[in-house]
Nanobody
Framework: QVQLAESGGSSVQAGDSLRLSCAAS????????RAWFRQAPGKERQFVAA???????YYADSVKGRFTISRDNAKDTVFLQMNSLKPEDTAVYYC?????????????????WGQGTQVTVSS
């Protein structure tokens, strides 16, 4: 069993930067694919970025060039560096982990989830 805990969410102004962290505990997740999703009020959970166990990354088009996902396997932690934030980035951000062979963008494939951290971007 893997437990995930996000941190780093905050209220910021448009154009600001934030760095989210997702620490894993319990069973090591270094062999898992890891991802970030977000969910705004009244909307479905949306893929943001993912990183494979080997470091391959994928991004949603809406964040490409602004967000960077990375992982520190020694600390079993995944990060999401968010730059040039926009009001439409406002959401609860969730980190997730899955053990499949293929790095996926669909939340239903992910086995473990954190509780989420709120990011609010005002104009």
């Amino acid at each position: 069993q893997v437990q995930l805990a996000e941190s780093g969410g905050s209220s910021v102004q448009a154009g600001d930067s934030l760095r989210l962290s997702c620490a894993a505990s319990g069973r090591t997740s270094t062999r898992y694919h890891r991802a970030w999703f977000r969910q705004a009020p009244g909307k479905e959970r949306q893929f943001v970025a993912a990183i494979s166990r080997n470091g391959i990354t994928y991004y949603a088009d809406s964040v490409k060039g602004r967000f960077t996902i990375s992982r520190d396997n020694a600390k079993d932690t995944v990060f999401l560096q968010m730059n040039s934030l926009k009001p439409e980035d406002t959401a609860v951000y969730y980190c997730a982990a899955e053990t499949g062979e293929i790095l996926r963008r669909t939340p239903t494939y992910y086995d473990y989830w954190g509780q989420g951290t709120q990011v609010t971007v005002s104009s």
